[in-house]
């Protein structure tokens, strides 16, 4: 059974009021990062610009919708693996715009506004409209932040899975798939609530401290390390845990001499398949955190907590709530008597 049906499956354990979720009644209009966007009918043709959004409408059943995919981090989800062969990847990183339009969808899903915003390294979500195409952005990408800093932007308010639960449910909406989004929302918010309450039970030192490291320029520069207000900041606070960089930036670049001085608990290292930069390689990651002298002598890594972790997760996605249970399966193992 696969996950979409197995999501519907579940419905049955819920009373009658949560099951009968009502079909979408077109024109449909909603406001999505700053721009109302209408729907006369479901779209039949889809082509997703980021992982996210791609994994979401799988996870809905949409998978004969989309046409084409980009973007992409890590492997998709294994339940998805086998009708993500026969969809066609335009580009592992950002895809051309000639390649998105010629795919002739309906609509353009997009995970991150930089790749369809103002600026918009794909296309501008106007270059889009005026072939009658419509854009949605994943709104974990643009509520609570903003986006007009450049780069990965800025939170201006904690990010919640509630924006993921809202994306979930919009797109369940555009497609008339009601039903199936109340049924991932509720598998989501039973794992994200089942993982806490573990972390509850664990006898965790207080004043916990860690750091997530994404990437950086090469293996040596200073990391792209996770802010407060982030999908890691929301794992972190979740679960009581004191993160060490105070920026209110997504990714910004932090010293090492910084985070060793703050002498983190825990480090949480990215796992990816993407290699735009040479320490997207988690292999060199470790590498360097074992050899560089000033590294090396950090309490996590002299005492084997360096946690791995999904990269894909450490973004504001679904997957954030996979990266929740990660992070409380390796607490549980992890030595803090040292």
Not at 93 to 112: T, W
Not at 117 to 144: K, N
Not at 206 to 215: I, N, Q, R, T
Request: charged share 25%.
């Amino acid at each position: 059974m696969n996950y979409a049906r197995r999501l519907l499956a579940s419905l049955a354990f819920f009373p009658a009021p949560f099951i009968m979720a009502d079909s979408t009644d077109y024109p449909l209009t909603l406001t999505n990062c700053g721009m109302e966007i209408s729907f006369s009918s479901v779209p039949e043709s889809t082509v997703t610009v980021g992982q996210s959004a791609t994994e979401i409408l799988y996870a809905l059943g949409l998978s004969e919708q989309v046409s084409g995919t980009s973007v992409w981090f890590n492997p998709v989800l294994p339940e998805f693996s086998e009708i993500n062969a026969d969809i066609e990847r335009l580009a592992d990183n950002d895809p051309s715009f000639e390649s998105v339009i010629s795919r002739r969808p309906d609509l353009v899903a997009a995970q991150y506004e930089w790749h369809v915003g103002p600026t918009g390294s794909v296309a501008s979500r106007e270059q889009f409209h005026e072939l009658d195409i419509a854009t949605y952005i994943m709104p974990a990408d643009c509520d609570t932040k903003d986006n007009s800093t450049g780069g990965d932007g800025t939170r201006i308010a904690a990010f919640s899975p509630e924006h993921v639960y809202k994306g979930i449910n919009e797109l369940a909406s555009i497609f008339d798939v009601r039903e199936a989004g109340d049924a991932l929302v509720a598998d989501l918010q039973s794992r994200e609530a089942s993982a806490i309450e573990s972390a509850r039970r664990l006898e965790l030192p207080e004043d916990l401290s860690a750091v997530f490291w994404f990437s950086s320029p090469d293996e040596s520069a200073d990391p792209f390390a996770a802010g407060r207000l982030g999908a890691p900041g929301y794992m972190m606070d979740a679960l009581g845990i004191h993160n060490v960089v105070e920026s209110d930036e997504e990714w910004p670049v932090v010293g090492w001499e910084t985070i060793a001085r703050a002498d983190p608990d825990i480090i949480v290292v990215a796992s990816m398949d993407r290699r735009r930069f040479p320490a997207d390689d988690i292999a060199n990651k470790l590498e360097f955190l074992h050899g560089d002298p000033v590294t090396r002598e950090m309490s996590a890594v002299k005492n084997g907590r360096i946690i791995e972790m999904d990269a894909h997760a450490m973004s504001a996605t679904m997957r954030t709530i996979f990266g929740l249970e990660t992070l409380v399966e390796a607490l549980s193992t992890l030595p803090f008597d040292q």
